[in-house]
């Protein structure tokens, strides 16, 4: 039996890293754990009343208190348009 040539081209004796394995990890959790950058969040606006948005604690989207719509994060992009946006029927938190 042969053992596997780990040279990669350059010399090098060891294995290629391997990438972590997403086995049973959920597609929103993967989302959940990306940012946005805090300077786009200053300049971003709800397109339906122009009040600041602001993040969801779990990222997965945008939040206007004014209209109460939520903009979802698709990977790492704020989808800023009304039609996709969905209607919060929380209660709203004391100010």
Do not use: H, W
């Amino acid at each position: 039996m042969r053992t596997p040539d780990y040279t990669n081209g350059f010399g090098s004796a060891e294995p290629e890293p391997q990438a972590p394995s997403l086995t049973g990890v959920s597609p929103c959790a993967i989302y959940s754990r990306m940012s946005l950058d805090p300077k786009l969040l200053e300049v971003l606006a709800c397109p339906a009343c122009k009040l600041p948005v602001s993040l969801l604690p779990d990222g997965s989207g945008l939040r206007c208190d004014g209209c109460r719509r939520i903009y979802p994060v698709v990977d790492d992009i704020p989808v800023m348009l009304i039609d996709e946006a969905l209607q919060d029927s929380s209660p709203k938190e004391p100010a």
